[in-house]
């Protein structure tokens, strides 16, 4: 009896498992079909309404309905056409599935990341672990950066900084303030230069080395000199304030307990990676990888709660109850809406079989420059629960917010940290609200990065 149940259960779990895919399939498809019937509308609307269609195709949502459309019937998009001059390559891809996203990061011997050159112009020669395939450099390097940025600060020294700080300016305020230039970024260039022993001439100047050098690496695919002086010049005088600090501190004996002052203590003990050189291209790479991210991320966060009335009540509530835990559940769901980075970039070091044996299956050549769409992946109905729905109930791993494998960002822990302390000061305010007209829009003047967002609260 109870091999005729189990044999009974066996094809009952098939069946029902078989018309799961076939049910996730058909919504992939009728998902694609609407979405392409809204953007041919959209192509239609933008020149009758005078607007721009890069601004308006920019928009999270319309990528999300692009992104739809190739996920339906062109899953992954292969073209030998060079679409990057930036980087060496002999074609392009473009990877929609979430499985097949996950597959390219994963695989990260076949699929090298992109930014060696990148790094090695910022440094002057050197490289930074972002850059590095999984190698003894690679391996040192990150140790050796663990060692210096020890996981119980978050908790002991950035978030009691960071709370003081945001604390003080919504403490002076007449219900008004730019999000990005008068709140996020002043804060962050303090956090950053307080931290890591590099306060920099200034905090402006600070910010324009490392948003200069982060545009230059994670958004210049055509060799843009615009792009390419100012991270130069930027790379160049931040190269040389680094060394000057370490060898004062090494000259003076200074003894500080920030990220510089404990590399030079790993330093005195042998410690691999931690030469004067290390030391310096790590820091460059560290300031430059965080100060421009975490307001980056803040506002694009604020900005799809702003548009969900009630899930904004919910986030205040989680605010007001001291709830970080719930908080942060409602800011991630709300970044997965619009991420900072839509797409991770890798170049095939070899030719291969994605997705290999699914109607997906696609050839990969070597020296394909792949643009694997995490943005996509976080969307996609076959492996995500009701994708369309703001749920903050998701298990983790839907989320590819901060990269996968072996390139993980380096600080996500403190970018999960931080981000409840940076919104709650306002979220508990009555009336949070965006400032009227274009004001009251992410303005980002041009640059991949906010630059202005008025909001105002009672």
Known sequence: MAFIFAIFSAVFNFIINELRVLWKGAYLVIWGQYNLIRMIVIGIWVPLSGKNYGDVLSRPKNMRSGMAILRAFLPTLVI???????????????VMADDDVREIVY????????????MNMLTDGGNFFLAMDNTPDYVNNVSSMHLAVNQNDISGRLTPFVKAETQQIVDRLNGKIDFTAEYMLPVMARLVGDYFGTPAPNEQTLIRWTHDMFRYIFFDFSNDQAVIDPAQKSAEECRAYIDQLIAVRKNQFIDEDDVLGRCLKLQAADTPAMDDLGIRNNILGMITAMLPTIPNAAARILDQLLDRPRVLAKARKAAQNDDDALLLRYLVEAFRFNPMNPVLFRIANQDHILAEGTLRQRKIPKGTFVFAANFSAMFDPMTISSPGKFDIKRPQNDYILWGLGLHTCFGEQVSRALLPHFLKPL????????????????????????????????
Do not use: S
């Open 427 to 458: 979220l508990v305010r009555k009336n949070l609200r965006r400032a009227e007209g274009d004001a009251g829009q992410i303005d980002f003047a041009g640059t991949p990065f906010p630059k202005h967002f008025h909001i105002q609260f009672d």
């Open 107 to 118: 695989l990260d011997q076949i699929f090298r990341t992109a930014y060696e050159p990148k």
């Open 80 to 94: 030998k056409k060079k679409l990057t001059t930036a980087y060496e390559n002999t074609g392009t891809a473009f």
